[in-house]
């Protein structure tokens, strides 16, 4: 029917393949040849059943979302769904791979579904800031309930095609997915079963509807944790509809839903998260044709907290992992933290409960550096001095294969000086993780200067295989979001000096939708560590340090910026910490005032745009979507806010220069003066955005 569908018949059965590579987007390719399909096949008096299904490693994993914001393209999904609930001959979806989005939508337009046994399906569209728009809120209810069906749209997480089975998403599980799908469409044929139309079965929304609460709890349950969001209110809104109005009363709302929500700046800020995480995946200066180095074995050096969240991370995607110490007892102590994190996800289903043994079964617990000669990729997650990352890098050097990647996980210090004591220089590449690693999702791939392409790929391939978000970025104090987030952390500190307290800039900054506050989060990590960093590098921050002097290094002494009670976690201001900065502020001749909240928001995220904008001009990050990526999924950046890069645009350019001026003079600060790049953009009217759309230079 078309170059991206097919139409073919087996015996009786006509069966539409989509061929759209790589996840069979609903272009409008897609949609014109499925629906021109179902079509032909009704009008073709030997066909008596029609399959759905896709070519490749996927069945339809949702919208085309490249047409987003553009002029409408006709056929709507909408329109196609609507050709096959009104196809006379039972249309039954075959899937494979993920239905996603669009792509469930369409299956839920089906007569019947079937799947294999490891596909997944879901909507996940509240994850762009949106709704779906094709009748998913109101199709998915009928088809497993409005609880269930709440708690997949506000989430965006799929289900196994174990609980689509029995939720009655799905009707049959098959062993392959056309093949499977024709015989199950010749025995429904055979038994005359009658066709079913979501749109018409009420049966799954009748408990609901006589007892709200039912559907009020799980709503409340799936949007608690919304932080600032609009979409998933929205979404659970848009369900409660299949409740309340008649069926084509509810798909009319859930398209103006969508609408609205499609040109909101939530939904823009997040689909550009969504196109800069892949952008951020495009390699610079990385030759075409470059393969990446096979990694079978991985060996971390370092037991504690980061080398047992790595060696998780690996575990986790089934890599055999070496934990290498240097004594027996932190061996031991990393490997039993291992074991009770892994209990403790089986206990909450988060995983199988025999996951945890199998899991184990891949980490290699031992003693001595030697034991690196036989893995492919050896991290490093000692101590952060940069003496005893050149000691253990000289012993790896000296044990390891040739040909094996050396990593560092340092989270500062110059890769170039750590390559540079070993023989193979161009074997050496940073990979920071972020803790705890098991966990987060970010990983700074760092180029040091002789970082051979081979290498480089190897480490953001294998990330993305331990499902880690991947960003490279070059070799400087900090690399870019510890870099950031050090003129925060200053910013923090100078806010003190000048009048405010810490739990109002928490309270600002939590609004803006981070989950902590950085005084909080201070608390938390253990003001000891940026305290013990300061003093490597002869830095003094007065009221800082006068905290941690006093003996408040945080959560782990029940007292830091906050004062906690016994085991709780929740921050209480304690009135000793404003004598502590009131009395550094009188030693060091200081007057404060009172601070509004706008201007707490204002010093704390300009000064990190500016130098955002200062580790572009320096090179150290490809494209500014790369900067925001890592603040999205390394530091808790509010997704619906875009990134820091992403939200100076939105703010403008020329306010936030005009306000850096005005601050850098107030305080007598020349490290808040704009740099030469936010300068420029912001006096030829540019943008930020405008340099991601740049070509790609080596």
């Not at 409408?72 to 009104?86: F, M, N, T, W």
């Not at 409005?146 to 997480?157: F, K, N, T, Y």
Request: charged share 25%; glycine share 10%; proline share 5%.
């Amino acid at each position: 029917m078309s170059e991206v569908v097919k139409l073919a018949m087996v015996k009786r059965c006509a069966v539409i393949t989509i061929d759209s590579p790589p996840v069979n987007a609903l272009s409008a390719a897609v949609r014109g040849g499925v629906l021109d399909s179902v079509n032909a096949a009704n009008a073709d008096g030997t066909v008596e059943v029609i399959v759905i299904a896709c070519a490749g490693r996927t069945f339809i994993a949702g919208a085309d979302i490249t047409e987003f914001g553009k002029p409408p393209q006709h056929p709507r999904l909408s329109d196609v769904i609507a050709g096959i609930e009104a196809s006379a001959k039972p249309v039954i979806a075959a899937i494979h791979g993920t239905a996603l989005g669009g792509g469930l939508e369409l299956a839920l337009g089906c007569h019947f579904r079937v799947a294999v046994k490891d596909a997944k399906l879901g909507l996940p569209e509240v994850k762009l800031g949106l709704v779906p728009g094709a009748g998913g809120t109101q199709r998915l209810p009928r088809a497993v309930g409005p609880e269930l069906a709440v708690r997949m749209i506000v989430s965006g997480e799929p289900i196994g095609a174990a609980e689509a089975l029995e939720r009655g998403l799905v009707d049959e599980i098959v062993d392959s997915t056309t093949s499977g799908a024709v015989a199950f469409a010749e025995k429904v044929v055979a038994e005359r079963r009658p066709l079913r139309l979501l749109r018409t079965d009420d049966s799954k929304l009748v408990a609901a509807r006589a007892d709200r609460s039912l559907f009020t709890a799980a709503a409340a349950s799936a949007t608690k944790k919304s932080r600032g969001l609009i979409a998933p209110l929205a979404c659970a809104d848009a369900v409660s509809w299949a409740l309340d109005l008649p069926f084509e009363e509810a798909l009319d709302k859930e398209r103006e839903c969508f609408l609205k929500l499609l040109s909101d700046d939530q939904s823009k800020a997040q689909r550009y998260a969504f196109f800069a995480e892949r952008e951020a995946a495009k390699l610079r200066g990385v030759p075409d044709g470059t393969q990446p180095r096979p990694v079978e074995r991985v060996a971390i050096v370092g037991a504690g907290t980061m080398g047992s969240g790595i060696a998780m991370a690996f575990a986790n995607a089934g890599i055999p992992v070496t934990l290498i110490d240097t004594g027996a007892e932190q061996l031991d102590r990393g490997l039993g933290m291992m074991r009770k994190n892994w209990d403790a996800t089986a206990a909450r289903s988060g995983i199988a409960a025999d996951e945890p043994a199998k899991r184990m079964a891949l980490i290699d617990g031992k003693v001595g550096l030697e034991h690196v000669a036989d893995a492919d990729l050896v991290i490093e997650a000692v101590f952060e001095t940069m003496a005893v990352k050149k000691q253990v890098f000289t012993a790896i050097d000296a044990h390891a294969k040739p040909g094996a990647l050396l990593a560092t996980n340092t989270s500062y210090l110059d890769i170039n000086e750590i390559a540079a004591v070993t023989k193979r220089p161009q074997d050496v590449v940073g990979m920071h993780f972020f803790s705890p690693a098991n966990i987060m999702k970010l990983c700074e791939i760092v180029r040091a200067d002789q970082t051979a392409p081979d290498v480089l790929l190897t480490a953001t391939t294998l990330a993305r295989r331990i499902r880690k978000t991947a960003v490279v970025v070059g070799v400087c104090h900090g690399f870019v979001g510890n870099r950031m987030l050090a003129v925060r952390g200053w910013q923090g500190e100078s806010l003190l000096r000048s009048g405010a307290l810490p739990e109002q800039v928490d309270a600002v900054m939590t609004r803006f939708g981070l989950p902590m506050g950085p005084f909080a989060m201070g608390d938390l990590a253990g003001l000891d560590i940026g305290w013990r960093s300061r003093q490597d590098r002869g830095i003094r921050w007065d009221i800082a340090d006068a905290i941690c002097e006093s003996g408040r290094l945080g959560q782990k002494t029940q007292k830091g910026y906050y004062r906690y009670e016994p085991g709780s976690r929740a921050p209480l201001p304690d009135p000793e910490v404003e004598r502590l900065i009131e009395q550094t502020c009188e030693r060091l001749g200081l007057r404060r005032r009172a601070i509004d909240d706008e201007e707490i928001l204002e010093r704390m995220i300009y000064p990190m745009i500016n130098e955002g904008a200062r580790i572009l001009e320096e090179n150290i990050a490809a494209r500014p979507s790369d900067i925001d990526v890592i603040w999205l999924y390394g530091y808790g950046w509010p997704i619906h806010r875009g990134g820091p890069m992403f939200y100076a645009d939105q703010v403008g350019l020329k306010t936030i220069v005009e306000r850096l001026e005005f601050f850098a003079q107030r305080l007598n600060d020349p490290a808040l003066r704009p740099t030469p790049l936010l300068a420029r953009l912001a006096s030829e009217g540019g943008s930020f955005a405008s340099m991601n759309r740049a070509p790609a230079v080596g």
